[in-house]
């Protein structure tokens, strides 16, 4: 029965592209919401995921849209330019679902487009390995989200390795063995752009998020109020979504909280003592509070994304948003920070969330950029903030010249 179950999911996901056909007209832009199916999941089978992600097409799709933001500009934005190290010698794992065939040579064009160094499995640079050994079926909604993910953890730790598992199906089990793997296989971070919606048996998942040396960081999700896993597991980093504003001369000017970012109070994860300590307001629920931390995630101003295999019969350059666009460049974040404590001779930083919490109350150090809450906004179940951390955005964005040598530095 769970056989058969699960049948009739994966061929109700593959059948999704005919349910909304890309066809801008000349010169706009059409945003399309990519939405896989939302199972509870009960007794009878597992839960399954879907990537939150946005994708924003044009009618010339040769070319990034000019609305997109490009690697060069979030680097800038956010301070990475300020910092030497991009990563090397640190192994980023990018977890999706179904194989991506084209990946490698996507990623050789996006590198190639916005002058970063080549990765390819020629130089060790890029690995694709199947969780299981056997290569998946292919899933037309799921390409675009492996491309991002892929692609921006190169565009922000350019020097890192990434190694992509591919999972046999959008089942959280699957994407678990595929995180297990990425482990095994020598990962220092990974990162996890698909989200479930919470369920009564999650706790006994976190296990898979605790392995020495490695950092685990999860999209809160794109659907607004609520909580999602693996985001909730206080044992991995989650990650949130901002709206960034930059000046005319596309310096960094003020970001707002995106209402598709995914927050609240978990349902069954019991609240870290890195919350409890810092306040996070949580109406004395003494639950998990996610996001921990935030980035750019609003499809309107998105990032510049390569496909070339056919989305419901578009393929190209797009402009993709949502915390599937936050998840990997935070985790390329983390890589940097490795590879500045590796020099160092000290450990690979861990602690999910923990050490990040207490760097917010230095107002000397400025870690974080501030994220301004717009006025009509759900409060999402808990409606108090706190200075420093808000339900919507978490910690805030990187201030990446702070951040960075900051959790380089510690112990």
């Not at 007209?25 to 007794?43: F, H, K, M, N, S």
């Not at 999209?219 to 979504?241: E, F, L, Q, R």
């Not at 003494?286 to 996001?291: A, D, E, H, I, M």
């Not at 717009?374 to 805030?396: E, K, N, Q």
Request: glycine content about 8%; some cysteine; charged content about 10%.
């Amino acid at each position: 029965m769970f056989a058969k179950y699960r049948q009739h999911v994966a061929k109700s996901i593959l059948g999704l592209a005919a349910a909304a056909v890309l066809v801008p007209a000349a010169g706009a832009q059409q945003l399309v919401r990519l939405r896989l199916p939302q199972i509870a999941p009960t007794r009878e089978h597992v839960a399954f995921t879907r990537p939150p992600v946005h994708i924003v097409t044009t009618a010339d799709l040769s070319a990034p849209p000019t609305s997109a933001f490009t690697p060069a500009i979030i680097r800038h934005a956010y301070g990475f330019d300020l910092v030497a190290n991009q990563g090397a010698g640190q192994t980023i794992a990018v977890i999706d679902a179904y194989d991506d065939a084209n990946i490698e040579s996507d990623l050789a064009t996006f590198s190639s487009q916005f002058g970063l160094p080549a990765c390819s499995s020629t130089t060790g640079c890029f690995t694709k390995l199947y969780a299981t050994g056997v290569q998946p079926q292919a899933s037309a909604q799921w390409v675009i989200e492996t491309a991002l993910d892929v692609e921006w953890a190169h565009a922000i730790a350019p020097r890192a390795n990434i190694i992509l598992v591919e999972a046999n199906s959008y089942a959280l089990s699957d994407l678990l063995v595929a995180v297990d793997l990425a482990v095994t296989k020598g990962a220092s971070v990974v990162s996890m752009s698909w989200t479930t919606p919470e369920f009564s048996g999650e706790r006994s998942m976190d296990t898979h998020f605790l392995a020495s040396g490695v950092t685990f960081l999860a999209a809160s999700g794109d659907s607004g109020a609520g909580v999602n896993y693996p985001a909730a597991s206080p044992d991995v980093i989650s990650v949130g979504g901002t709206s960034l504003t930059l000046t005319a001369q596309q310096n960094y000017q003020s970001e707002a909280a995106w209402s598709g970012s995914g927050g609240g109070v978990s349902a069954y994860e019991s609240e870290p003592i890195f919350q409890e300590q810092f306040g996070v307001p949580n109406d004395a629920s003494g639950y998990r509070v996610v996001p921990d931390v935030s980035l750019d995630a609003n499809p309107g101003t998105g990032f510049a994304v390569y496909n070339s295999i056919p989305y419901q019969g578009a393929e190209g350059w797009f402009q993709v948003g949502g915390t599937s666009a936050a998840t990997p460049q935070w985790a390329a974040a983390i890589a940097i920070v490795n590879s500045m404590r590796a020099a160092a001779q000290k450990a690979p930083y861990s602690g999910a969330a923990s050490p990040l919490y207490p760097m917010n109350t230095r107002l000397d150090s400025l870690t974080f950029n501030p994220i301004n809450r717009p006025v009509a906004t759900d409060c999402r179940m808990v409606c108090r903030s706190i200075a420093g951390y808000d339900i919507f955005t978490g910690l805030g964005s990187p201030q990446v010249k702070n951040l960075v040598p900051t959790l380089a530095a510690r112990p």
